[in-house]
Each structure stands twice: as C-alpha cells, then as structure tokens.
C-alpha cells in the first residue's frame, strides 16, 4: 500500500461549482500535511498547509481526519486559473522531515 | 519567486553517462532536499543536506549522491544514468527555523536517451 494515495482524476469541473477531493495516508505517525499545487511542468507551490482543526484561505478549504488518515482540499466558486494538479504532502518528523507526496490529483475547470 | 534557483532547466544524456544539477537556495535556508519526480507521478524523496552532511536518503541507489557547499547550494550526481532516471529533479529548501514549509526550486527536466 503506498504511503499516500490521491485520485488522479481528472475532475471535471464547471467554473464556479465547487469541488473537493481527499487524500488518504497509512502512516499515524504522520504529524504534518500541507495541500501543494503544480501546473503543467512547473514545480510544486505550497498551497496551505492543513490543521488539525482545519482552515480556509479565500476559496480554498483543507480538513484532516486523523480518525479516519485523510486530508481534503475543498475549493469553491472554480475558477479557470485553478485548473492544475493538487499534490498532498505530509512529513513524519521522525523520519527528517522529508516530504512524502501522493501521486497528485489533476483539476480541470472548464468555461 | 521561492528564492529557489536551479541549472539546468533542461538536459538531454545518454544511457551510462553522469550527471550534475544544481540548486542555490532562499537565502536563510541551510537545509536542502531533491526530489525527483517521473511523469504522471509525485515527487519522491531523494535526499537532503544540513550543514553540508546528508541528512536523510530515500529508496534511490549510491550512484545517486550530493553535495552541499559552505554557502548552502547543492549538487546532485547521478552516476551510470538509466533510461528510468529520465525526470524532473526538484531541489527544496527550507530554514531551520521553519523546518516544514520547504520552497521548491523550478527543477531540472532529465531526459535520458
């Protein structure tokens, strides 16, 4: 089983409907998340990071559930700029801090 | 603009030859990772560099190795290139003082031929 799982996708999604997806992840060691997102042959940015009691930048929405080993990332009001792949990352800060990635989740918002 | 940089953007080898990238990080950050990332796929964790020693390996073989310099840039070396090595390599880099939240550069594209 891979460390973090994600659905690649593609969602299809209308401009200014909402779209969520999830990210699931094995290990209960995991002690921090983080939402990144990359367009087509760039690198990753750092999207938010993600809390325990979850949080909200503008349109974008990230929830954990320990219970459950899942991060989401809710974005509303889509716009064609968020079209791009949604990678969620965690750290394991006995294993270094490195950053252990899902495959990614690509977005398409269309007119 | 992460501070990140990266040389070179693109780079075409041959099967069996070696390579060197390199990355110059945010001024501040005295911590580099590399990541290398297949088509379609995440990035995944090479290795990283605090104060010029490796301070973690992911699940890649010795002839990938590193560098990291008095200044904090760092090189990746990858010996005997395979086809499979053909990637983006991701340089990160972060402060000590916010060891989590690491800034990528804008990463080499490796192809190997």
């Known amino acids: 089983r891979k460390e973090v799982e994600q659905d690649p996708g593609p969602f299809n999604v209308p401009e200014g409907a909402t779209v969520a997806f999830n990210c699931t992840y094995s290990?209960?060691?995991?002690?921090?998340f983080f939402w990144y997102r990359q367009d087509c042959r760039k690198e990753p940015k750092l999207l938010m990071s993600v809390y325990s009691s979850g949080n909200e930048d503008g349109r974008f929405t990230a929830q954990l559930n320990r219970a459950s080993q899942y991060i989401s990332l809710l974005i509303r009001d889509s716009k064609l700029s968020d079209s791009a792949t949604y990678l969620c990352a965690l750290v394991i800060k006995a294993a270094g801090n490195k950053l252990t990635f899902g495959g990614g989740t690509r977005v398409l918002v269309k007119p | 603009e992460t501070g990140v940089t990266q040389s070179p953007t693109h780079l075409i080898k041959t099967r069996g030859q070696q390579v060197t990238l390199r990355c110059s990080s945010q001024s501040g950050h005295n911590t580099v990772s590399w990541y290398q990332q297949a088509l379609g796929q995440g990035p995944q964790f090479i290795f990283q560099?605090?104060?010029?020693?490796?301070?973690g390996r992911g699940n890649f073989p010795p002839r990938f190795s590193g560098l990291q310099f008095p200044n904090y840039s760092s090189e990746l070396n990858v010996n005997a290139l395979e086809l499979d090595d053909s990637a983006l390599y991701l340089c990160?880099?972060?402060?000590?003082?916010?060891?989590?939240?690491?800034?990528f550069g804008p990463g080499t594209r490796l192809l190997v031929l």
């Open positions: 560099y605090y104060r010029e020693e490796e301070n």
């Open positions: 290990n209960s060691a995991s002690q921090s």
């Open positions: 990160a880099s972060r402060s000590r003082a916010a060891q989590e939240t690491q800034y």
